[in-house]
Structures are given as structure tokens and as C-alpha cells.
């Protein structure tokens, strides 16, 4: 009765609700023998309520396909067509006008992407990857598009040599001039950093040093756990850990607020005899892992507000890819359309379906000292978004230290849990199942 009477003095915030998250999207690559058609891949796309996507290309019969879906789409522009579109800008106006003004409206395509990893895969290239992306940008300009379609670039995690601890990586100073020129064009255009951020090739890379659990999102044990020595953030997956040391690169460079978008991430769940680690399980275990983390709606430690948006590399098998036998194995279905393993792409269900919800707030009574030193732990080392506790913001009233510290006791709990967070805060803090939103009045 207590806490039912404790409930009612709250005032309800997001934390209470099951938040979106940030969304994750799909690579769709086309080098398949049975390649099925475009109308079937929309299907799919739909019938698995998938909202997001990314094109390697700007194949025609796709983004017919995807008109009045409402699918949100990227484009790519491919590494041969860089080199012409940067040295012409009438060519960059030609392809706008053939592969993006084309179809929006009816599709709703709102990036495109400039050539994949151009510094590593065709360095030459360098010199004409900003202006390709400039001349593009202008082109949109032109039809009024640039408003709603944003450009940046691909970039590997190769260009930083140094990814750990994050809070000293930093590029390459081989391309500083051409990375601070990509950061500058998107900085000044409103767009983003696209990463491909793959921790499965880190893992096999570090040949044992981080442990296969932090490579899955599994959570570790005490004496295991991952901690970046200067700022004391505690990383529970590799793929935390490669973002944010693609953050601290950007800021080396003095540019700050520049939002990440993972182009590219994965597992192949299927590899030669030399690829131990390229499994079924791994890689369903890391896909389901990923979404999961994803719409936590948070950032990695050093950006916990902003949401790392993703794109799974990638739907279909490409079995006519060259290279080891992983290479052909990343898609999360087979071309057939069924699926390699069960894997749920959207967020939907997870809202709607989850009556059994456990909430965690702090306990009525509980000692002050504790709760402050728990309320201290969540909003730092344990990541909770305290944002909205802060003065002047939503969720800042009732100014108590026994409601804040409930805001961020479920903050983290609802975002950990899953990976071995546990609801106990030195004892302060308490589970249950009746949804405070029941008992609460809305932030206001």
C-alpha cells in the first residue's frame, strides 16, 4: 500500500514506457545467383516490418519497388562512379536527378551514401571524395532536396589504427586533411557519420585479448570487465566500445556533435575451417544482442543521448561474393527468403508484447547516503540517461533524491538488465511488475 501511495507522488517520464530506441535497418547487396525480385524483397521487408534500408547501389527496380512504402532508404553512389562524379559536377547533378529526384516523394529516400570505405579500398580516390560529396550536395540544392537527403561516406574502422582505449583513439594522420574536410562538409550540411564497425573482425584480429563474450554483448564477469583507464567508462561490448572511439577520432579533430550512424555491422553465422568463430550461434547471438542494445535509445558511454542507429550487414546471403568462405555468409536470410535463424527485425512486437514488464525504482525509506551514492553510480559509470532529472528539465519535479533515483535506478535497469544488470543498488532499489505509468500523472 505504501508504494502504491509512493507511485502516485511520481511524476511519469519516458523511462516508465518501453522507448523506440534507435532503429535499425538492413543492407540489401544483389550479388546473389537467385536473386529474388524487387516486389519480393519489399515484401519481405514489409511482412518483417523492417523501416529502414540501405542500397549498395541505386537500382531502379528496388526503389520502384519501395515507392509508397514508407520505408525510410539510402542510396549509394559506387566506388567506380566516385571518381566521375567527383571530377564533374554536371555528372553529380545527372545522378541525383536519375536515382534520388526521380522517385521522392513516392519513395521516401533520405541519404545517400558516397562510395564504401574510399580511403581504404581505392585510396587514390582520396582526392575527389569531397568534392564528389560537395558537387552531390549542390545537386540537391538544386532540386530543393537537400533538406530531406542527407550525404556523408562509408568510413572503415581501419582508418583508426588504435581503437582501444576509445578515449585516445584518433585517424590515421595519413588522411587528417581529407577526414577533416568530410567532417567539415558534414558538419556544415546537417548530416552524419556513417561507420562500418565490424566486431567480429576485431575479435579475430585481437587473437584473444578481449574475450568472445565482449565481442557478443555478453554480459562479464567482475574481474573481465572492460574499462577505459582514462575516463573510468565501463564498456559491456565491443561495439560500444568501436563507436566510441570513433567519437573521440572525430573530436581529436575538434568537431563536435556529429551524430554516428552504423552503415555496416554483423556476423557470419558460416566460415571456412579457418574461421572457428563465423557460427549459427555467434552470429544470432550477436544480431539479437544488437537489437536489443539498439533500441535501449541510448549512446555509448561517452554520448548517451544519442542513439546508435544501425544497419545489419546484411538480408540475403551473397553466395557470388569473392573471398573466404565467411564472406558469403552474413545474411540473415536465405534467398529464398526464410530465415537463417529467428531473428526479429523490428521494435513493434517488443512494445506491444511485453505484458510481464519488471520496473525497478528505489525503495520507500531507504537510506539517504545510499540512494545518493546509487543515484551517483547510475547517471555516471552505469550509463542511465539522467538527462530529464536535471534541473529545469521534464522530469526534474518532484525535486526528491527517492524519485530521481528511481528515474535512474529504471533508467539502467530497463536498458541492463537483459545483460546481468541486476535491480538492487546496495539494496536501495526495488523490482515491480505494476507499471508506474498507472499510478502517475505526466511530465509536464
Same mark, same amino acid.
Given at each position: 500500500?505504501?508504494?502504491?501511495?509512493?507511485?502516485?507522488?511520481?511524476?511519469?517520464?519516458?523511462?516508465?514506457?518501453?522507448?523506440?530506441?534507435?532503429?535499425?535497418?538492413?543492407?540489401?547487396?544483389?550479388?546473389?545467383?537467385?536473386?529474388?525480385?524487387?516486389?519480393?524483397? %519489399?515484401?519481405?521487408?514489409?511482412?518483417?516490418?523492417?523501416?529502414?534500408?540501405?542500397?549498395?547501389?541505386?537500382?531502379? $527496380?528496388?526503389?520502384?519497388?519501395?515507392?509508397?512504402? /514508407?520505408?525510410?532508404?539510402?542510396?549509394? %553512389?559506387?566506388?567506380?562512379?566516385?571518381?566521375?562524379?567527383?571530377?564533374?559536377?554536371?555528372?553529380?547533378?545527372?545522378?541525383?536527378? !536519375?536515382? %534520388? &529526384?526521380?522517385? *521522392?516523394?513516392?519513395?521516401?529516400?533520405?541519404?545517400?551514401? %558516397?562510395?564504401?570505405?574510399?580511403?581504404?579500398?581505392?585510396?587514390?580516390?582520396?582526392?575527389?571524395?569531397?568534392?564528389?560529396?560537395?558537387?552531390? $550536395?549542390?545537386?540537391?540544392? =538544386?532540386?530543393?532536396?537537400?533538406?530531406?537527403?542527407?550525404?556523408?561516406?562509408?568510413?572503415?574502422?581501419?582508418?583508426?589504427?588504435?581503437?582501444?582505449?576509445?578515449?585516445? &583513439?584518433?585517424?590515421?594522420?595519413?588522411?587528417?586533411?581529407?577526414?577533416?574536410?568530410?567532417?567539415?562538409?558534414?558538419?556544415?550540411?546537417?548530416?552524419?557519420?556513417?561507420?562500418?564497425?565490424?566486431?567480429?573482425?576485431?575479435?579475430?584480429?585481437?587473437? /584473444?585479448?578481449?574475450?568472445?563474450?565482449?565481442?557478443?554483448? #555478453?554480459?562479464? =564477469?567482475? +574481474?573481465?570487465?572492460?574499462?577505459?583507464?582514462?575516463?573510468?567508462?565501463?564498456?559491456?561490448?565491443?561495439?560500444?566500445?568501436?563507436?566510441?572511439?570513433?567519437?573521440?577520432?572525430? !573530436?581529436?579533430?575538434?568537431?563536435?556533435?556529429?551524430?554516428?550512424? *552504423?552503415?555496416?555491422?554483423?556476423?557470419?553465422?558460416?566460415?571456412?575451417?579457418?574461421?572457428?568463430?563465423?557460427?549459427?550461434?555467434? &552470429?544470432?547471438?550477436?544480431?539479437?544482442?544488437?537489437?536489443? #542494445? +539498439?533500441?535501449?535509445?541510448?549512446?555509448?558511454?561517452?554520448?548517451?543521448?544519442?542513439?546508435?542507429?544501425?544497419?545489419?550487414?546484411?538480408?540475403?546471403?551473397?553466395?557470388?561474393?569473392?573471398?573466404? *568462405?565467411?564472406?558469403?555468409?552474413?545474411? *540473415?536470410?536465405?534467398?529464398?527468403?526464410?530465415?537463417?535463424?529467428?531473428?526479429?527485425?523490428?521494435? =513493434?512486437?517488443?512494445?506491444?508484447?511485453?505484458?510481464?514488464?519488471?520496473?525497478?525504482?528505489?525503495?520507500?525509506?531507504?537510506?539517504?547516503?545510499?540512494?545518493?551514492? /546509487?543515484?551517483?553510480? &547510475?547517471?555516471?559509470?552505469?550509463?542511465?540517461?539522467?538527462?530529464?532529472?536535471?534541473?529545469?528539465?521534464?522530469?526534474?519535479?518532484?525535486?526528491?533524491?527517492?524519485? $530521481?533515483?528511481?528515474?535512474?535506478?529504471?533508467?539502467?535497469?530497463?536498458?541492463?538488465?537483459?545483460?546481468?544488470?541486476?535491480?538492487?543498488?546496495?539494496?536501495?532499489?526495488?523490482?515491480?511488475?505494476?507499471?508506474?505509468?498507472?499510478?502517475?500523472?505526466?511530465? #509536464?
Amino acid at each position: 500500500m505504501m508504494l502504491e501511495i509512493w507511485l502516485r507522488l511520481i511524476l511519469f517520464c519516458g523511462i516508465f514506457s518501453n522507448a523506440l530506441g534507435g532503429f535499425i535497418g538492413i543492407n540489401i547487396g544483389t550479388d546473389i545467383s537467385n536473386l529474388p525480385s524487387a516486389t519480393d524483397i %519489399v515484401a519481405i521487408l514489409k511482412a518483417r516490418q523492417i523501416t529502414n534500408v540501405r542500397l549498395f547501389d541505386a537500382d531502379a $527496380h528496388l526503389l520502384n519497388a519501395l515507392s509508397n512504402t /514508407g520505408i525510410e532508404v539510402m542510396v549509394s %553512389v559506387t566506388n567506380e562512379e566516385v571518381l566521375g562524379i567527383g571530377e564533374s559536377p554536371s555528372a553529380a547533378a545527372a545522378w541525383i536527378n !536519375k536515382n %534520388v &529526384a526521380a522517385y *521522392v516523394p513516392s519513395t521516401n529516400i533520405t541519404s545517400i551514401s %558516397v562510395g564504401s570505405e574510399v580511403l581504404n579500398s581505392i585510396p587514390n580516390a582520396a582526392p575527389i571524395l569531397v568534392p564528389a560529396m560537395n558537387y552531390l $550536395h549542390k545537386a540537391l540544392v =538544386s532540386s530543393d532536396l537537400n533538406h530531406r537527403v542527407k550525404v556523408s561516406t562509408p568510413m572503415s574502422m581501419g582508418i583508426i589504427p588504435r581503437p582501444f582505449p576509445p578515449s585516445t &583513439a584518433s585517424f590515421n594522420t595519413t588522411w587528417n586533411s581529407t577526414i577533416f574536410q568530410i567532417l567539415q562538409f558534414i558538419q556544415n550540411t546537417n548530416s552524419f557519420y556513417m561507420l562500418n564497425a565490424y566486431p567480429y573482425y576485431e575479435y579475430v584480429k585481437s587473437n /584473444g585479448i578481449f574475450p568472445m563474450d565482449y565481442a557478443l554483448f #555478453r554480459p562479464l =564477469s567482475s +574481474v573481465k570487465q572492460i574499462v577505459d583507464p582514462n575516463t573510468l567508462f565501463c564498456y559491456n561490448s565491443m561495439f560500444e566500445a568501436l563507436v566510441d572511439a570513433t567519437y573521440s577520432a572525430i !573530436k581529436a579533430l575538434n568537431f563536435t556533435g556529429i551524430p554516428i550512424v *552504423v552503415t555496416e555491422t554483423g556476423w557470419p553465422w558460416f566460415g571456412g575451417v579457418n574461421e572457428p568463430d563465423a557460427t549459427l550461434e555467434n &552470429a544470432k547471438t550477436f544480431n539479437e544482442n544488437l537489437i536489443q #542494445r +539498439v533500441f535501449n535509445d541510448s549512446g555509448p558511454p561517452s554520448q548517451p543521448t544519442i542513439p546508435v542507429n544501425t544497419y545489419i550487414y546484411e538480408l540475403f546471403n551473397e553466395d557470388k561474393r569473392p573471398g573466404p *568462405v565467411s564472406e558469403k555468409n552474413w545474411g *540473415v536470410l536465405f534467398a529464398n527468403g526464410t530465415a537463417v535463424y529467428p531473428l526479429s527485425l523490428s521494435n =513493434s512486437d517488443r512494445v506491444n508484447a511485453d505484458s510481464s514488464t519488471v520496473f525497478c525504482i528505489a525503495k520507500p525509506g531507504a537510506d539517504e547516503n545510499k540512494l545518493q551514492n /546509487g543515484l551517483d553510480w &547510475a547517471c555516471g559509470p552505469g550509463q542511465a540517461n539522467c538527462k530529464a532529472i536535471q534541473q529545469g528539465q521534464p522530469c526534474y519535479f518532484p525535486d526528491t533524491l527517492q524519485s $530521481h533515483a528511481s528515474y535512474a535506478y529504471n533508467d539502467y535497469y530497463q536498458k541492463m538488465h537483459s545483460s546481468g544488470g541486476t535491480c538492487d543498488f546496495d539494496g536501495t532499489a526495488t523490482t515491480t511488475t505494476n507499471d508506474p505509468s498507472k499510478f502517475m500523472i505526466l511530465c #509536464r
